[in-house]
Structures are given as structure tokens and as C-alpha cells.
């Protein structure tokens, strides 16, 4: 039996409108609708609350619905989210440089100089890529403050080591 019809017998045989059941779980209520007209299925995390919500196995709920098993051992892949990426993909990267940079033998000064111009643009880029709409809907007038610190600062310190670098140079 497919999940969406499964959720709905249960959720009616439980008297609880979708409003409800997406109340308990946390969700929109249009998410329910989503899943009671097969128009997308639910995460793992929801499987597992809706199981236990109507007390009911996982494997009872989601019997007979190979599209929505697929899903879920899909599901079970470790996905960073886009600021995990960030800081796990820059260690990983920044140690992969530093070695190739050690093994090359290029002088400091060099490397140094074209870090602090690769970084610079980076931090421009995601600068310039974010959703602001967002952030700055999350941001406090403090975190504003301490933000333009904290900007002042990067660029102030690119800035005078590209300088310091560019003047050693000539």
C-alpha cells in the first residue's frame, strides 16, 4: 500500500485533520496533502514520527510502497549542509594545498600573497552569492555591529599584507 493512502487511513482512523497531524509533526499541513496525493514522501525522520505517532511498525507503514523504500535507503546517505561543506571541505582542501606547497618548495612569500588574494575573492564570492533576503531577515543589530567588525577587520588585514606583500616585491 502506498505511504500516502496509509497516512491518510490511519490519520482519519486516529480523527485528526491533516492540520493536526502536521501539527504533531511539525510540518506544514500542505506537506501532509503532499503525501496523501502522492506528490512527494515523506523523510525518513517523518516515517519514523508517524510510526510511532499511530504506533505502528515501519515496516507495516511502509510495506508495498517501492518508491517511497528507494527514498529512504537513499535517505540514509550522510549529506553536509551547505555551512558543514564549508568548513569540512576548506580544512580538507587547506591540508591537501598545504601539502602539495611543501612538497613543491615554493617560497613562503609567494604562497602567502596568493592565499591572501584567493581568500579575499572567496570571501567576496560568498559575499556576493548569498540569499540576503534571508540573512538578513536572522540578523539582530548586534550581529550586524559585530559583523562589520569582523569585516572591517578581513579586509583590513588583506589589505596591508597584499600591500606589505606587493612593496616586499618591488
Given amino acids: 500500500m502506498k505511504i500516502g493512502l496509509q497516512l491518510q487511513q490511519q490519520r482519519i482512523r486516529h480523527n485528526m485533520s491533516q492540520n493536526d497531524l502536521a ?4 510540518i506544514s499541513r500542505q506537506s501532509i496533502s503532499k503525501w496523501e496525493n502522492g506528490g512527494s514522501l515523506p523523510s525518513f525522520n517523518n516515517v519514523v514520527a508517524i510510526s510511532d505517532l499511530f504506533d505502528i511498525s515501519l515496516d507495516e507503514l511502509i510495506r508495498g510502497d517501492e518508491e517511497l523504500m528507494d527514498k529512504l535507503k537513499n535517505d540514509g546517505k550522510i549529506r553536509l549542509n551547505y555551512v558543514e561543506t564549508i568548513i569540512f571541505g576548506g580544512i580538507g582542501l587547506g591540508i591537501v594545498l598545504l601539502i602539495l606547497l611543501s612538497l613543491f618548495k615554493m617560497p613562503s612569500d609567494i604562497v602567502k600573497a596568493w592565499i591572501l588574494v584567493i581568500a579575499f575573492a572567496g570571501k567576496l564570492g560568498v559575499l556576493m552569492n548569498l540569499e540576503w533576503r534571508y540573512v538578513n531577515r536572522s540578523l539582530t543589530k548586534k550581529a550586524v555591529f559585530w559583523g562589520v567588525i569582523v569585516m572591517a577587520m578581513t579586509v ?9 606583500g606587493f612593496t616586499a616585491g618591488l
Avoid: N
Fill in 23 to 26: 501539527e504533531k509533526l511539525h
Fill in 156 to 164: 583590513t588585514d588583506s589589505l596591508l599584507s597584499m600591500w606589505i
